[in-house]
């Protein structure tokens, strides 16, 4: 079966292409970081508008990369979680697309798809693993026993580890997206001098909080801030969230007795934290899975492939399309026969 995906759940407008034979076959992503940077972080509503006047030229693309020897057998989109409107763009025109063609079509949940995008590589991990979902939106710890049976072990309290980043950029005016700015800044850091606290490392279990985090910053800014002083809270915020989010992950692969842990979401192109997470497999002969740093931030690749995994297994949607802002992991159907 070739299924096209779509992901519209935030501010990237995506399309791609998976083929059960032969892979995926093409992939293509229009960022919208120009449009909201002057606003310091997505607008809604702006993000749903170039939605609609990029995704259909998106799709031609990418079914023009892909061939025509096949048609397509299924339209897979982002359901959730994410902006609402944004989803009903992609929602919207993936059912009408099925719909026209008379092939079946699924809602695909976001985190499942990041979830998942370490299995487009080469090398995939097989089930069961532990699975670190880092990204603006959420962050979580997953035990992963097969495609779609997941129990969630820990979750941020509040901010997610992708929204702590962005925030502190914004506070430290390194402007958006802040993932990557805070790992620019914290290049030029000098280690030592502010020392952050590692939130709910000091006590039991495998939740996370970066508020704390984020307070430490407002206040080791409460300064003149030249540039030095910038990269140096920059370096201490970095540090003190990668060692929070190793510090989880160890506790986690000793609960479950795992050896293999993929992480996945857009904090995970992070090079700091890769090298920590590199630096505990090998201390604990574990092994670690990322996706491709394209495949990191939003994508329809993973979308695709999620999407091809439960059409397969006969999960597919009436003609009635939604969206769901709001949409926990452990909510969805487990399906058998996994993803290999």
Known sequence: MRVLGIETSCDDTAAAVYDGERGLLSHRLYSQIALHRDYGGVVPELASRDHIRKLLPLIQVVLDAAGA??????????????????????????????????????????????????????????????????????????????????????????????????????????????????????????????????????RPGLDFSFSGLKTACVQAAAVRLDAQTVADIARAFQDAAVDTLAIKCERALGATGYKRLVVAGGVSANRALRARLDDLAARTAARVYYPRLEFCTDNAAMIAFAGYLRLRGDRHEGLEFNARARWRLTDLPALAGGAQ
Not at 169 to 192: F, N, S, T, V
């Open 69 to 202: 020897e096949q048609p397509i057998g299924g339209v897979a989109y982002t359901t959730g979680p994410g902006l609402a409107g944004a989803l009903l763009v992609g929602a919207a025109l993936g059912r009408s697309l099925a719909f026209a063609w008379g092939v079946p079509a699924v809602g695909v949940h976001h985190m499942e798809g990041h979830l998942l995008s370490p299995l487009l590589e080469p090398d995939p991990p097989a089930f069961p693993f532990l699975a670190l979902l880092v990204s603006g939106g959420h962050t979580l710890l997953a035990d992963v026993r097969a495609f779609g049976d997941y129990r969630i072990l820990g979750e941020s309290v509040d901010d997610a580890a992708g929204e702590a980043f962005d925030k502190t950029a914004k506070l430290l005016g390194l402007g958006y997206p802040g993932g990557p700015a805070i790992e620019r800044a914290a290049a030029r850091g000098q280690p030592e001098r502010f020392t952050f606290p590692r939130p709910m490392t000091d």
